[in-house]
């Protein structure tokens, strides 16, 4: 198999796995919805369940908790394994292009490694908007849309009353105010506060990527022309015959003699395609004034909407048309504004520019504060 078809084949793979695992609804009964049931319930689980059956209960439990630490909890591995893949690529950059990039070109690439390794650890601290009891008055700025988000349900973990547009974090074990998804790159929630932050994230490591690549091509397109392989003739030891040029032979060769630079250009490549194409969907999401959390909701909304036409269509056609046609609007997105709008959201969050509470609302749930007074009350009996 050649290289070219090999790169093909991963970038096809990664694509495909995005579109499965992130953005395919796994409540819809697409061909992509099934897909993600398949690969992130059914497979995992019969995996699971012959591992049981086959592994003393001694290894299986280590296995169980070391899968529990990984998926299941925050930690610090994909952090570690980004620095590890960057730095370590970065450093393969700087020993195969020195002397070969020219001194400007390379100052220019460590200042944006700089700032990417800056925009990591701004990403990685600024935290998502933590909802508690203290802070639930500043992130009280979206009304319920009774759509998506319906009016006084109660957080059971937090005890506080759930803000529209927030979701309780199972990994974080915190409401977030306005939630989009949990990165497991940067070890927290992608939320209100730090969703700007996690935007230039992306647009700055994907145009680094982009910028590195057009270097490390620029290298393999020096030694192509130095060496004239255009021209050449070469020997294959397989076959022990010689055979002319052609851009199968010329990668082989690029890929003998330069593995490394080849190596790198193929991951920085293959990185900047896919965070540019996970920068504009978040983009779109942001022109939108919606979350990756809220497409799943409008997904279930959009799904209960279409049965209803369809049972709807059904008791009209069965009447014979006695019943008349009930017409059923499709959900609007009220938190959409317009797109200047949208974007001054995520550039300067309601919870830095808005006016106090002035909704009346308590944080703390009704639950909880009745709770709090028959506790109260058993001491005083007790005492």
């Known amino acids: 198999m050649s290289v070219v078809t090999i790169l093909v084949v991963y970038i096809t793979l990664i694509a495909f796995l995005i579109w499965v695992c992130v953005l395919a609804d796994p409540n819809s009964e697409t061909l992509g919805g099934r897909l993600n049931v398949l690969l992130t319930e059914e497979i995992p689980t019969r995996i699971t369940f012959n591992l049981r059956r086959r592994l003393p ?101 937090c005890n506080v009353v759930k803000l529209a547009r927030s979701k309780h974090c199972r990994l974080c074990g915190v409401c977030q105010s306005r939630f989009d998804h949990h ?15 996690f935007l230039f994230f992306l647009a700055l490591h994907s145009c680094t990527f982009l910028y590195g690549s057009s270097r490390l091509w620029g290298i393999l397109r020096g030694e192509m ?13 397989s076959s ?3 055979v002319g040029s052609s851009p ?16 790198v250009l193929a ?30 909701k409008w997904a279930e909304v959009r799904l209960k909407v279409k049965i209803a036409r ?5 008791a009209h056609e069965a ?28 550039l300067f969050p309601r919870s830095e520019r808005r006016v106090p509470n002035s909704t009346g609302r308590k944080a703390v749930s009704p639950v909880a504060t009745e709770t709090e007074k028959l506790t109260t009350e058993a001491k005083k009996k007790i005492q």
């Open 240 to 242: 022990r015959q010689t």
């Open 319 to 346: 009447s014979g048309g006695a019943l008349p046609l009930r017409r059923i609007a499709d959900p609007v997105n009220s938190y959409n504004i317009s797109l200047y709008e949208n974007l001054m959201e995520v």
């Open 57 to 157: 209960s001694k290894v299986f439990d280590t296995l169980a908790k070391a899968y529990d630490y990984i998926v299941c909890q925050r930690n610090p591995i994909l952090q570690c394994l980004y620095l590890l893949l960057f730095l370590g690529s970065f450093a393969t950059y700087l020993y195969e292009g020195w002397g070969r990039i020219p001194l400007g070109d390379l100052a220019l690439s460590v200042a944006l490694v700089l700032a990417c390794l800056a925009s990591f650890v701004v990403a990685c601290l600024v935290p998502a908007g933590t909802i508690s009891p203290s802070t639930w008055e500043r992130y009280d700025n979206y009304k319920p849309d009774n759509v998506i988000y319906v009016a006084g349900k109660v957080c059971p973990t």
């Open 248 to 263: 199968l032979v010329v990668c082989q060769y690029l890929v003998v003699h330069e593995g490394a630079v080849c190596g």
């Open 183 to 197: 990165c497991g790159w940067l070890n927290q929630c992608v939320g209100e506060v730090n969703y700007r932050h």
């Open 310 to 314: 369809s049972q709807a269509r059904r």
């Open 267 to 296: 991951l920085a490549f293959v990185m900047a395609i896919v965070l540019a194409g996970f920068l504009l969907y978040h983009l779109w999401l942001a022109g939108q004034n919606t979350t990756t959390n809220e497409t799943f």
């Open 225 to 237: 022309i130095k060496n004239k392989l255009w021209d050449a003739t070469f020997y294959s030891p």
